[in-house]
């Protein structure tokens, strides 16, 4: 299948501070990807879709102005959380389509202190 | 509103013998089907997929069967492994987004 990768794949930051996740589909070129959030024991929860070259679509209940989203290629994909507070602590997966198919990355563990 | 449901959290079975994971679905504008596998700490890893054109897809050990009337899926895994504990996930696809179900964690017991 196809491959995904995330970077970092875990980062402790301070509360104000911001962080940048990165998200690369390694042997294909992907105009959309997707960003999500899993808490402990439960789903993956789709946060926004991001399309190469335009804006990113949020889904309802998550601030666009705190999870800034970049897609300025076709093999990559930013999720920058901006001034992180305890709560934003998660894990951020991002997944990369490939015609019918996603293709997830490892994941990032964020924790914020 | 859970468009996507997987009803059982949890599933033991035994080496050797078949897993069944079941998931449920309410949206009838769905018409991709989509099962995942993940570990604690990974990200999920695509195993099957399923068209809503098909009513079953084998691959392997694995094989997922559709029912649109029923709105139900499953997947079936035979023989069961002990590395095929995890936690499994079904997806569904209408618009391009993924909606996911709650998932069912899977314990094959040696």
């Known amino acids: 299948g196809a491959v995904v990768s995330q970077h970092p794949s875990w980062v402790i930051c301070k509360s104000g501070t911001s962080v940048k996740i990165e998200c690369r589909s390694l042997?294909?070129?992907?105009?959309?990807m997707f960003w999500y959030r899993q808490f402990p024991k439960q789903s993956l929860m789709l946060m926004a879709t991001?399309?190469?070259?335009?804006?990113?679509?949020?889904e309802q209940g998550v601030e666009k102005d705190k999870f800034l989203i970049n897609h300025a290629s076709l093999t990559l994909s930013t999720l920058t959380v901006t001034s992180a507070h305890p709560e934003d602590s998660s894990f951020y997966i991002c997944?990369?389509?490939?015609?019918?198919?996603?293709?997830f990355g490892p994941g990032t563990r964020l924790t914020v202190t | 509103d859970q468009q996507v449901k997987q009803n059982s959290p949890s599933l033991s079975v035994q080496e050797g013998r078949i897993s069944i994971l079941n998931c449920d679905y309410t949206?009838?504008?769905?018409?991709?089907f989509l099962w995942y596998k993940k570990y604690p700490a990974e990200g999920p890893t695509f195993l099957i997929s399923?068209?809503?054109?098909?009513d079953k897809n084998e691959d392997g050990r694995f094989t997922v069967f559709l029912n649109k009337s029923a709105k139900h899926l499953s997947l079936h895994i035979v023989p069961s492994q002990p590395g095929d504990s995890a936690v499994y996930f079904c997806?569904?696809?209408?618009?391009?987004?993924?909606?996911f179900g709650q998932g069912t964690t899977l314990q094959v017991k040696p």
């Open positions: 997944s990369a389509r490939d015609g019918r198919e996603q293709y």
């Open positions: 997806a569904a696809s209408g618009t391009g987004k993924l909606i």
């Open positions: 399923i068209s809503s054109i098909k």
């Open positions: 991001s399309n190469e070259g335009s804006k990113a679509t949020y």
């Open positions: 042997d294909f070129q992907a105009t959309t």
């Open positions: 949206n009838s504008m769905f018409d991709y």
